[in-house]
Nanobody, 126 residues
Framework: QVQVVASGGGLVQVGGSLRLSCTTSGLTFENYAMAWFRRAPGKEREGVSCISRGSSASYVDDVKGRFNISRDNDKRILYLQMDRLKPEDTAMYYC????????????????????WGQGTQVTVSS
């Protein structure tokens, strides 16, 4: 059974940083692309970033230059380093495994989700 567990959320001030982690089990982590999504209050869930098996990454425009996705295949952990946080980054953040090894576009990664994890709340206060 595949398990995907996100953690690392919290309350942070504008301009601050957080690092989210996503641990997995029950799958061969290094074979799959992975992604982060978020759902802000009153909005649809949206893609944030995705990373292919070979660690090439895609970001949506809102987070480019501020967020960095990475993966540790040995530990089977996905990370999302979030810097220069803004109030509009406030959301529930989800990680997910994707079908296949590649992800070219974070904005459309939701089409290829294989396993969802539970969310971790990020709140940015002004």
């Amino acid at each position: 059974q595949v398990q995907v567990v996100a953690s690392g959320g919290g309350l942070v001030q504008v301009g601050g940083s957080l690092r989210l982690s996503c641990t997995t089990s029950g799958l061969t982590f290094e074979n799959y692309a992975m992604a982060w999504f978020r759902r802000a209050p009153g909005k649809e869930r949206e893609g944030v970033s995705c990373i292919s098996r070979g660690s090439s990454a895609s970001y949506v425009d809102d987070v480019k230059g501020r967020f960095n996705i990475s993966r540790d295949n040995d530990k089977r952990i996905l990370y999302l380093q979030m810097d220069r946080l803004k109030p509009e980054d406030t959301a529930m953040y989800y990680c997910a495994t994707l079908a296949g090894a590649l992800c070219f576009d974070a904005a459309t990664a939701h089409r290829y989700v294989r396993n969802w994890g539970q969310g971790t709340q990020v709140t940015v206060s002004s």
